[in-house]
């Protein structure tokens, strides 16, 4: 039987789940009988769209807007996606949809390959669905004492489900102003969960912090807080291998095999995002 899987969002053209797959497909041999796909999928029409996946389907990649939506369609929630509000995967399985949340454990092997093993204090710059993941992944790697995270928001009025997140987390956290970054660079670590451009102007002060860098952002790269940071000597953590580890953990998930390729599908993404540069130049 051939299996299908797919990464569904709005916009989605751009994602780089189809390559990543492909490629391990690829090293496990077994692209001949899998494939994925994308599709263009809006909140108001993934209940439609999973109504029509039949049991040729093993599992989808869910992108923004879908993430939080997904989880009143499934039938089991693993905890990390319950903690954070909302679900990056769906795995079919004996006809019933499981949902989780890869991006948390990405996040903690793209901190940890690079040698972060442990943070204790950290800044979250942006208070939306990423930072959420990000502070699950900073409570793994240590940073569970009252106060320990701080996340920055442009909006202190759309932090409200970052607030909830934590607090299903039981993690004790300030929100603030954007605008007050200075007053909470004395930590380990900084997370930008900004889109690509909005931390430019905050790089110098964050580079002059001395904290470990980690931008979300994975094109392009670096981007300009991740060239300051590296400049000033941080370690510095681009938005890619976090996107790498989460695929690993989906492939995982919905083929049900061990040993997944990561270096196939690193080098299969790089090169794909060497295309795109070059090709946008």
């Known amino acids: 039987m051939f299996t299908r899987a797919a990464v569904l969002g709005s916009p989605v053209a751009h994602s780089l789940s189809p390559v990543l797959h492909t490629a391990a497909y690829t090293a496990l041999g077994i692209a001949d009988t899998w494939s994925y796909e994308r599709f263009e999928c809006g909140e108001s029409e993934l209940a439609d769209f999973l109504a029509g996946c039949d049991d040729t389907w093993a599992g989808l990649s869910l992108t923004m807007p879908l993430k939080r939506v997904a989880l009143s369609l499934a039938d089991e929630v693993n905890e990390p996606a319950n903690?954070?509000?909302?679900?990056?995967?769906?795995?079919?399985?004996?006809?019933?949809?499981?949902?989780?949340?890869?991006?948390?454990?990405?996040?903690v092997a793209a901190l940890t390959e690079a040698g972060i093993e442990r943070v204790r204090t950290?800044?979250?710059?942006?208070?939306?669905a990423t930072a959420a993941s990000a502070l699950a992944?900073?409570?793994e790697l240590?940073?569970?004492?009252?106060?320990?995270?701080?996340?920055?928001?442009?909006?202190?009025?759309r932090a409200g489900d970052?607030?909830?997140?934590?607090?299903?987390?039981?993690?004790?956290?300030?929100?603030?102003?954007?605008?007050?970054?200075?007053?909470?660079?004395?930590v380990d670590m900084v997370v930008s969960t900004l889109p690509a451009?909005?931390?430019?102007?905050?790089?110098?002060a964050i580079a002059a912090s001395g904290a470990a860098v980690f931008d979300v952002v994975y094109a392009p790269?670096?981007?300009v807080?991740?060239?300051?940071?590296?400049?000033?000597?941080?370690?510095?953590v681009g938005g890619f291998p976090m996107l790498l580890h989460q695929a690993v953990f989906q492939v995982e998930l919905m083929t049900g095999q061990c040993g997944i390729p990561v270096e196939d599908m690193r080098a299969a993404g790089e090169a794909e995002l060497a295309q795109r540069t070059a090709a946008a130049q």
């Not at 903690?83 to 996040?107: C, E, M, P, Q, S």
């Not at 970052?162 to 004395?186: C, K, W």
């Open 162 to 186: 970052f607030t909830a997140a934590a607090q299903r987390m039981s993690a004790q956290v300030a929100v603030a102003p954007l605008s007050e970054l200075t007053e909470h660079l004395d």
């Open 122 to 128: 950290a800044t979250i710059l942006g208070a939306g």
């Open 137 to 139: 992944a900073l409570r």
């Open 83 to 107: 903690a954070v509000g909302g679900a990056n995967t769906l795995v079919f399985h004996k006809g019933r949809r499981h949902a989780y949340n890869t991006d948390v454990a990405g996040i």
């Open 221 to 223: 790269w670096p981007t």
């Open 142 to 157: 240590g940073a569970t004492a009252p106060g320990a995270v701080t996340a920055l928001a442009r909006s202190l009025d």
């Open 197 to 204: 451009g909005a931390a430019d102007g905050h790089a110098a």
């Open 225 to 236: 807080l991740g060239s300051r940071a590296r400049e000033a000597g941080a370690t510095v």
